[in-house]
């Protein structure tokens, strides 16, 4: 029977993600809590590891893969070019420090802990990202133009474009299995090259279709979409990973799109309401629920993780705001704004894990790292934003 657990039938399991979706969406952000930790929770619940209802294969991962690129995307879609020049001394001090120090941190504690050093890199790497989770609550409270937190959000562009391209080099360095360096170092030259090309020809193509009346926003959106898609794959297909072509895609679209507010709304909105809580819930569904109760191991590796990431975070913000004259509550709100690993975070697990350098137990341990980061950010953001606006009413 079609009814049979695991649901076998496609139609079927597109409907429970697409329902469990709405349903965590709609009630877990009433809470105040991140809409992330809920589709994680539920992904948990539903997949192999839990209730086994569906299996990842072949809907849910899917539509987790493409959930992931899209991800990408939008982080380079919704960087604020600007904001870098204007303030690019500040920006760039805090997003190499909250790269640097947490990476080193983390680097060290993963070697404590007998990781290898490809997988000790790559663990590094992943935890140096970090996600605007608390970016609503400053934008609810009206701190947008406020100093630490442009300071915050532009440093996330030098952090996550950074920690992708370590990404890049280390899994082409696990694919050769440590050797062949110039031959690990082809993928990127290509890559380089794509770039080069991507960022000489897709802004004035976008710049020449989007201002073409008789081209319906159905149709404008379509062509990002393609865009997204080709550039992702070509990156997948010259040997690295797709979530770089899917980054630079969003950097290409990045002006055409700042001009065009609908058509960046319609492609915020698909893509948030329909592709990206497919890849939170797909990445639910590769935990095992009964491991995590039963192995002590994870909690301690997890436990581990956290530490370096708020020490690591916190060095960042602390040093940034003494150079700039920053107080400490601002201070405080910064490390509430870095604190949180999700996006990033996740799909450099994700990649690290697919090419062989994670087993489950990492993965199992970053999701509780992301879970935890995730409650702590919007808190402290919320606690220390509050603080600040009042100082500067």
């Known amino acids: 029977m079609d009814f049979d657990l695991p649901l076998q039938n496609h139609i079927l399991q597109f409907t429970v993600l697409a329902t469990v979706a709405l349903l965590v969406q709609l009630t877990v952000e009433r809470v105040h809590l991140p809409g992330l930790i809920g589709l994680l929770l539920i992904g948990m619940l539903i ?69 290898s050093w490809i997988g000790a890199l790559l663990l590094a790497t992943a935890l140096s990202s970090h996600t605007l989770v608390a970016y609503p609550v400053v934008k609810q409270l009206k701190l947008l133009n406020r100093q630490p937190v442009v300071t915050a959000v532009g440093g996330t562009l030098i952090t996550d474009t950074l920690a992708l391209v370590l990404l890049a080099i280390l899994i082409q360095r ?5 050797g062949g360096f110039l031959g690990s ?126 020490a690591g975070k916190s060095a960042a913000a602390w040093l940034t705001g003494r150079i700039y004259g920053y107080s400490p509550v601002a201070r405080t709100l910064m490390i509430g704004l870095t604190a949180p690993q999700a996006a990033a975070t996740l799909a450099v697990t994700v990649t690290a894990s697919a090419a062989g350098a994670f087993d489950a137990t990492v993965v199992d341990a970053v999701v509780i790292v992301i879970l935890v980061t995730c409650l702590i950010g919007p808190l402290l953001s919320r606690y220390a934003g509050q603080k600040l606006a009042r100082e500067e009413e």
């Open 47 to 115: 997949g192999p590891g839990g209730l086994a209802v569906l299996p990842r294969e072949p809907v849910a991962e899917l539509l987790g893969e493409v959930g992931l690129v899209y991800i990408m995307f939008l982080a380079g879609v919704e960087i604020n070019l600007a904001v870098l020049r204007i303030h690019k001394s500040e920006v760039s001090l805090f997003g190499i420090l909250s790269l640097s120090v947490t990476f080193l941190i983390a680097l060290a504690v993963a070697l404590l802990m007998q990781f």
């Open 174 to 178: 696990a694919d050769s299995g440590g």
């Open 185 to 310: 170092l082809m993928p990127l030259a290509l890559l380089a090259g794509v770039v080069a090309l991507a960022l000489l020809t897709v802004p004035r193509l976008a710049r020449v279709l989007f201002a073409q009346e008789r081209v319906s926003r159905a149709e404008k959106a379509l062509f990002v979409l393609v865009i997204l898609l080709v550039l992702a794959s070509v990156a997948r297909l010259i040997g690295t990973e797709s979530i770089l072509g899917a980054f630079l895609a969003g950097l290409c679209l990045n002006s055409a799109l700042r001009d065009r507010h609908e058509l960046h709304e319609h492609l915020g909105f698909v893509g948030r309401m329909i592709f990206i809580p497919f890849f939170f819930i797909d990445t639910g569904m590769r935990i095992d629920a009964g491991v995590l109760v039963g192995q002590a191991w994870i909690w301690l590796l997890a436990a581990v993780m956290i530490a370096a990431v708020l």
